[in-house]
């Protein structure tokens, strides 16, 4: 027990009914003794909508979902809000005589622009929560959920009015607009994107991180996807420098199987025979790619890039008469190397081609 608040009376005095207090004063202070409450619950309605039998509605201590529910026998719309002690549950209509639903208890229009401003408030598929609009569905650890009450929910739409801040996670589809400022892609590190490796491509196939960066020291080789969704879609590839002989990038970029060789503009009509690249393989460099439609309708990449190709020369004097075997020429005649080939004067271990 403890200690209530101190109390004080007054004495009633002359005549009259006991409930009429003729004249008083305040009597010396009373203190009692109490038991201790239980502790308040407020959990937070949610307006689900019309009644399904096929969603998860929740009736717990933080959260009590509201329904609209038409009777199919009398044609009647009642509201019902569930039950703080149903836990959460599906496939239980609503009545009042439910152990897991109650009627609301009051017109609903009446308190609608209180539950609209209530946090978890739910707004056609979306849901007021600390001052944002989120989406009802979302992610848990990586696996779809629409516990949005979960500190760790991460929902596909977020709204901050404050900031102006929009995050979406699915699809953004517009068919006019105007776009005034930039758009930022960020690079992901090959280690770091959701790239999936595949035996049989023989190399990491991307997924939804389409800017992708290499990883110092690696030898990665990255696969470009076939799916038609992809047409139409740009993709980066960044070898960065080297920050030492060490951390040298040699980066193999392949198409997909099903979706064709490489492109390059020179190479993108395929009724002249040009076979384009069945790898592409760079260093210290920066790639572009753009998504068309290929072989079987599936993706094929152009690479919007200027290609330097890697020509190894290896060489043996003997006398004064180099002997030259050169490595990686490209498969197309009219992208072969010509020129004259010189010793470099500041290092005489070393040819040059001056075209």
């Known amino acids: 027990m403890v200690l209530a608040n101190i109390v004080f009376f007054i004495e009633k005095r002359g005549r009259g009914p006991s409930f009429l207090i003729v004249a008083g004063t305040w009597s010396d202070p009373a203190p009692f003794l109490g038991f201790t409450g239980a502790d308040g619950s407020s959990p937070a309605p949610t307006y689900r909508g019309d009644y399904d039998r096929e969603e998860i509605y929740y009736g717990i201590p933080t959260r009590t979902d509201i329904v609209k529910y038409k009777n199919p026998t009398t044609n009647e719309e009642l509201y019902y809000v569930a039950r703080t002690d149903a836990g ?38 979306m849901i007021h929560k600390d001052g944002k609009i989120i989406s009802q569905a979302g992610t848990r650890n990586g696996s779809a959920s629409d516990e949005f009450d979960k500190p760790d929910f991460v929902p596909n739409i977020m709204l901050d009015g404050v900031t102006g801040t929009a995050k979406f996670s699915g699809e953004i589809n517009a068919t006019s607009g105007t776009f005034s400022g930039y758009i930022r892609y960020p690079f992901k590190a090959r280690s770091e994107s959701d790239a999936v490796y595949s035996s049989s491509e023989g190399g990491w196939v991307l997924k939804n991180n389409l800017y992708i960066m290499a990883d110092y020291g690696s030898s990665d080789t990255i696969i470009l996807p076939n799916s038609p969704e992809y047409i139409g879609s740009y993709i980066v590839v960044q070898a960065p420098p080297a920050l030492s002989r060490v ?109």
């Open 247 to 355: 951390g040298i990038n040699d980066i193999t970029i392949k198409p997909s199987i099903n979706s064709g060789s490489i492109l390059t503009p020179n190479s993108y009509d395929w009724s002249v025979g040009r076979a384009g690249y069945s790898s592409i393989t760079i260093q210290n460099e920066t790639l572009q790619f753009l998504g068309i439609t290929g072989p079987f309708n599936n993706c094929s990449w152009l690479c919007l890039s200027t290609l330097h190709d890697k020509i190894n020369v290896d060489y043996t004097l003997v006398g004064d008469a180099p002997k030259i075997v050169m490595k990686n020429l490209p498969t197309t005649a009219y992208q072969q190397p010509s020129g004259t080939v010189w010793r470099d004067p500041n290092d005489g271990n070393r040819l040059k081609v001056v075209p």
């Open 88 to 125: 959460i549950f599906s496939g239980r209509e609503p009545s009042s005589s439910s152990d897991y639903w109650k009627p609301f208890g009051a017109q609903f229009e009446s308190v609608a622009t209180d539950l609209l401003l209530a946090n978890y408030a739910h707004i056609g598929g």
